[in-house]
């Protein structure tokens, strides 16, 4: 699922939550499935698309109505008269699947460009605006802001070839298998179209896809590619789904044809998901070098093509060196941006100034006093000057004032941050929990408040539970074992941790005692 946009954006994009749903522009980059889960739900005017993307999403999901739409094309600017500001969006091809496009925002916000599922080839790069794009070392002439990035191959550091090259190993490889009667395509994905076009042109035959199994990829290549469907089945290539248990189906469809006596068909497999996560075998590492250059067959007798609809890890960084952002987040997956090293170097908290764009951004004002009450208690990793001052001013006054941006450095007790804004990108956390083996878990230590409680319960007194007194359990502490770090012994790795995380200090529930203190002074008013 795509991240939420910041707080201080009037729009989203590829989200449709109740949360997105309060945003007053709303924007869909392509349609695939994972950018509009949720559309039918919390879909609201307007929705800005492609016309493609727009008829795809209308046959995936019937009940919407079209008015909610406008249309945007490739290349195409549009002036948003939004109530607090006019801003413009302008549409730019993603190099992704038929109708998907980035789109790039310019206002008082800054300039963002959120890429959507892309590739960006150099070709795809050129057709932004030439203010955007530097020349290695050089920067730009106008720096983007904020650049929401497709990071789904981020962590895949060989170079893939180009889609041109994978069309052309999948041609090749029809070529080398002569005998084989049927050839099953693995293109049921959208996006996989130019290779369906390419082996019709090239062999002069259509493309059978069953109408009653696949229901959705033939209305979706009936809108894009009408001329090179059969509903022959006896035609020689044939559409076969990629997802679910491929392996299992592929090596059904060659025991079939053994036992048959028939001539085994050809199973190509056009995707980067076998080489980014299931080619990993040893023998497939010895071959790395090559892996690219012709189609693989796997132990299952699939032959597998790389084909990829997204960026590696070496042309995001490619790209981003161009482009130069200020900042950088992985709209998918959850962190993966911290991984690239353009980011590393150039996207870190600790460079923002007060007046920075950003905190306008995150609806956040960092000068803006705030009211902590029990500041000591909940700012262990925060930076010293706000030790001293929340410690010094505890014996004159219950409440501390601390500005946002003190805040923005300070550590949060125990309640792990929510995922929202930029997700774990923005707090620098990966996709798993974090593992705590390494870290001092201290001790931490509560005087038995719930003791005294109920040993005044017991006695009935009417008096303030504080004001009460307690046999021997009133002395006893409890104690138990804490990694959340609110204790005084709490280790530097903790401190380290939550320093890293930038999470804001949330208000501190109060103690039970003053609860039962509060409810009994309310009984007291009210029986005078």
Not at 181 to 192: A, E, I, K, R
Not at 434 to 450: A, D, F, G, M, S
Request: hydrophobic fraction near 35%; charged fraction near 25%.
């Amino acid at each position: 699922m795509p991240i939420e946009m910041p707080k201080g954006l009037p729009f989203s994009v590829d989200t449709w939550t109740p949360c997105s749903n309060r945003k007053r522009h709303r924007f869909l980059t392509h349609a695939h499935k994972d950018h509009s889960q949720g559309i039918s739900t919390h879909a609201s005017f307007p929705i800005y698309a492609t016309r493609i993307t727009k008829t795809l999403t209308l046959n995936y999901y019937p009940q919407l109505n079209e008015s909610l739409f406008v249309e945007i094309e490739i290349g195409q600017s549009i002036a948003i008269d939004d109530p607090v500001e006019t801003f413009t969006v302008t549409a730019f091809d993603a190099n992704h699947c038929p109708g998907a496009v980035m789109f790039l925002f310019e206002g008082t916000f800054g300039n963002i460009l959120h890429t959507g599922d892309c590739r960006l080839t150099p070709e795809c790069l050129q057709r932004l605006p030439e203010k955007y794009l530097g020349k290695i070392p050089r920067e730009p002439k106008c720096r983007l802001d904020y650049v929401f990035l497709d990071c789904t191959f981020g962590s895949f550091s060989s170079k893939m070839p180009s889609k041109h090259v994978g069309i052309r190993q999948v041609i090749d490889c029809i070529w080398k298998h002569p005998d084989a009667c049927v050839v099953y395509l693995t293109c049921d994905l959208l996006g996989q179209e130019e290779i369906l076009v390419n082996v019709c042109q090239t062999f002069g035959s259509k493309i059978f896809v069953d109408k009653e199994n696949y229901p959705e990829c033939f209305q979706s290549l009936s809108l894009i590619v009408p001329d090179i469907l059969s509903q022959d089945p006896s035609s020689r290539f044939h559409i076969f789904d990629g997802f679910p248990r491929l392996p299992e189906r592929a090596e059904a469809k060659l025991a079939e044809a053994r036992a048959n006596f028939q001539p085994e068909p050809l199973i190509i497999r056009p995707s980067a998901q076998w080489y980014v996560f299931e080619g990993v075998s040893s023998e497939a590492e010895k071959r790395k070098n090559g892996q690219f250059k012709e189609a693989t067959k796997d132990q299952f007798g699939i032959w597998h093509v790389c084909y990829s609809i997204h960026s590696s890890r070496d042309e995001l960084e490619w790209a981003l060196k161009l482009l130069a952002p200020r900042w950088v987040v992985s709209t998918t997956p959850e962190c993966r941006a911290m991984e690239l090293s353009y980011v590393k170097s150039h996207c870190s908290y600790s460079n923002l100034a007060s007046d920075d764009p950003l905190w306008k951004l995150l609806d956040i004002d960092v000068e803006a006093p705030f009211i902590n009450e029990d500041v000591q208690d909940v700012s262990i990793s925060s930076s010293p000057s706000l030790l001293e001052r929340s410690s010094g001013a505890r014996s004159e006054s219950s409440q501390s004032f601390v500005s946002n941006k003190e805040i923005l450095t300070a550590s949060s007790p125990g309640k792990k941050p929510s995922v929202t804004l930029f997700g774990r990108a923005r707090l620098g956390l990966g996709n798993s929990t974090v593992v705590y083996e390494e870290l001092v878990k201290p001790e931490t230590t509560y005087q038995n408040e719930y003791i005294e409680v109920q040993c005044k319960n017991e006695v009935g007194s009417d008096r303030d539970v504080s004001e009460g007194t307690c046999d021997e359990s009133k002395s006893k502490e409890l104690t138990y074992s804490s990694p959340s770090g609110l204790s005084k012994g709490v280790g530097e790795n903790i401190r380290k941790l939550y320093r890293g995380m930038h999470v804001p200090v949330p208000k501190p529930l109060p103690s039970l005692v003053d609860l039962l203190n509060d409810i009994k002074r309310s009984k007291r008013k009210f029986m005078s």
